[in-house]
Nanobody, 122 residues
Framework: VQLQASGGGLVQAGGSLRVSCAAS????????MGWFRQAPGKDREFVAA???????YYSDSVKGRFTISRDNAKNTVYLQMSSLKPEDTAVYYC?????????????????WGQGTLVTVSS
């Protein structure tokens, strides 16, 4: 599976942005999908995940502000981000996993996209 993240950009604090992850090569309908992010000088961290059955998981830092969704017909996963804060600034990566458990761990993911930069200005 090849994953292509897009939709990043510059947004003011309090604003919204949607990033997308388009898959090719194989269908993602049987896969669990996740979003991770890495800010400058920091480790990669879990943001959100959605199981193949549509169950969603969020980190505490984004819960209530971000929404992950998937459109299997378009082979695409989305991350809708609202009430953005400067600390949300990072490169956002999408990933695909065949694991059922532990979707908060990057080690559970088999495929990764190249990342899209989201910058939130104060």
């Amino acid at each position: 599976v090849q994953l292509q993240a897009s939709g990043g950009g510059l947004v003011q604090a309090g604003g919204s942005l949607r990033v997308s992850c388009a898959a090719s090569g194989r269908t993602i309908s049987s896969k669990n999908m996740g979003w991770f992010r890495q800010a400058p000088g920091k480790d990669r961290e879990f943001v959100a995940a959605i199981s193949r059955n549509g169950i969603t998981y969020y980190s505490d830092s984004v819960k209530g502000r971000f929404t992950i969704s998937r459109d299997n017909a378009k082979n695409t996963v989305y991350l809708q981000m609202s009430s953005l804060k400067p600390e949300d600034t990072a490169v956002y990566y999408c990933a695909a996993s065949t694991s059922i458990l532990g979707l908060e761990s990057g080690a559970r993911y088999d495929y990764w996209g190249q990342g899209t930069l989201v910058t939130v200005s104060s």
